[in-house]
């Protein structure tokens, strides 16, 4: 395939490919398209997809219809074998069945409505076009009687029905048919698929991307390096505008021929905040021959001084001046103008201290929103574990209604509509991602720092979809669903300017 032809590319995808599904199973889906949100992530150990059409049932699931309409759990509770798959009438079996006989699609509420309540094709149609604007005509609530009475004359019971109607005024809000459900979770299988066996290829594609999905840079960087990934800062000698993969033994000068997947992922000049992609240009069609020096770069580059400086904080000067502050002094030397703007001032030497880790952290999150070999509860946890507070890792220990205290770097924050006020939030230490749920009152009386605070000190207690002994699951595949309900939310904040950190979050969207 030598012309890029992403149809080509799905097609040539194995199909079933156990190792993906492991990975969905344990929720490893940061990035992944459309199960990468807290509610799709908390739902995989649940449900568990092996195959293909699982895959398309989680796509639909967790959606205002199914949700509304009370149908996740009883899905759930039959596909663990906990109740048998029934349906309210014999009629409806055929409609019913793949889904263990509880609705989850458009389709199957426009089937249940002609064989179920007698509706013609083209009433079904009307009920479909009701659906989608509900709550702009109010025209759907003519439809309830109309079904319900409809059941009731072939003999479907109407508890059923009324919460069929239920989830149809939830497909009002938003609800998949089948169709949407099976696309989307071709792009899910893809997009695993490559996480799976390609992490730098996806990661750096991501990187690429952004802003898109849940989480910033930061996240998926962290990610790909749990998944094996070496990650490579950003240099002026090697880095484009975008994020580019680089061979094992690149970054020492030595050309490997290494194929497949083992690459490592070179963080582009796209990341870096105050560094336009002109300049970012300007300084890749410079690179005939290796920069020697600060301001050498400058002149061959046409780079202005606050680029320069965006540089050196960054990070990305390290192959030309060793230290962000000794590249500092450089970028901010002066500098001659006109006639003699290629001939460099014969400057004494200066020797400065290097920048404390806290420091150069905070340069980093500044100028790229991320740092490679570094993260902020590092200078945090010390103080933290005299605290008794418990890392993300540590949790799986927990048993339910265990008291804890954790504590990291906000990730995002989620209201969904059908939570009854209840915000989600995802905190990430250094060891891995902490799921916060927060009732609404909690929120509200602590709305100023929940809303806010990049660093965040919690207080609750464990909630878990099951209670085994406290200890990590012996098989990968048995991921409990672990979450932390807030009582207390406390900003973290002080000295080293760790509360200084900028605001990285993806909130509410």
């Known amino acids: 395939m030598s012309d890029f032809d992403p149809l080509q590319i799905i097609a040539h995808i194995p199909p079933e490919d156990p190792a993906v599904y492991d990975m969905i199973c344990r929720a490893d889906t940061v990035g992944v398209f459309q199960i990468e949100s807290r509610a799709q992530m908390a739902m995989l150990p649940r449900l568990r997809p092996r195959r293909f059409y699982d895959l398309v049932i989680q796509v639909a699931i967790v959606r205002p219809g199914p949700i509304q309409g009370g149908m996740v759990h009883p899905y759930l509770r039959r596909r663990r074998g906990e109740e048998e798959p029934t349906t309210p009438h014999a009629s409806l079996e055929p409609i019913l069945e793949r889904t263990l006989g509880v609705p989850l699609f458009q389709e199957q509420v426009m089937q249940i409505a002609i064989v179920g309540a007698g509706y013609s094709g083209g009433e079904a149609d009307q009920l479909r ?53 099976s696309s989307f979770a071709l792009i899910v299988y893809a997009s695993a698929w490559q996480k ?55 970054a020492d000068g030595i050309q490997s021929t290494q194929p497949g997947a083992h690459r490592a992922l070179r963080l582009g000049f796209r990341l870096i905040k105050g560094l336009g992609e002109a300049a970012s240009r300007r300084i890749e069609a410079a690179r005939t021959e290796p920069f020697r020096s600060v301001e050498e770069l400058r002149t061959r580059a046409g780079l202005a ?21 000794q590249a500092l002094w450089k970028a901010r030397s002066p500098r001659l103008d006109g006639l003699f703007a290629r001939k460099e001032l014969d400057e004494p030497e200066v020797s400065l201290p290097a920048l404390r880790g806290a420091e150069q952290l905070l340069f ?17 946890r010390r103080r933290l574990r005299k605290q008794g507070v418990t890392r993300a890792s540590d949790l799986v220990y927990l048993k339910k209604g265990t008291p804890v205290r954790v504590a990291g770097l906000v990730l995002n924050r989620q209201r969904p509509g059908t939570a009854s006020g209840v915000v989600f939030m995802t905190l990430e230490d250094e060891t891995g991602q902490i799921n916060l749920i927060v009732y609404g009152r909690i929120f509200e009386q602590q709305e100023l720092v929940a809303r806010t605070s990049s660093l965040l000190l919690v207080h609750g207690e464990i909630e878990r979809e099951a209670n085994p002994a406290p200890s990590a699951p012996r098989d990968p595949l048995e991921t409990p669903v672990i979450h932390v309900v807030a009582r207390k939310l406390e900003r973290l904040g002080g000295r080293e300017g760790r509360g200084r950190l900028p605001k990285l979050s993806r909130d509410f969207h």
């Open 196 to 250: 799976a066996h390609y992490p730098a290829h996806f990661t750096c594609a991501l990187l690429n991307s952004q802003p898109m999905g849940f989480y910033q840079p930061s996240t998926l960087v962290r990610d790909a390096q749990r998944h094996g990934v070496e990650v490579r800062d950003v240099c002026v000698q090697r880095s484009f505008w975008d994020c580019t993969l680089e061979a094992p033994g690149e």
């Open 305 to 325: 001084k606050d680029e320069l400086e965006a540089l050196a904080e960054s990070g990305a000067l390290e192959s030309l001046v060793p230290g962000r502050r």
């Open 129 to 181: 076009r009701d659906m989608a604007a509900w709550k702009k005509n109010g025209k759907l609530m003519r439809h309830r009687e109309r079904l319900l009475e409809g059941f009731a004359r072939n003999g479907v019971r109407r508890e059923f029905g009324e919460a069929l109607f239920e989830q149809i005024k939830g497909f009002g809000e938003y609800g998949f048919p089948e169709s949407h459900a």
């Open 364 to 380: 980093d999150y500044g100028r790229k929103g991320l740092s490679v070999a570094d993260h902020p509860m590092n200078y945090w």
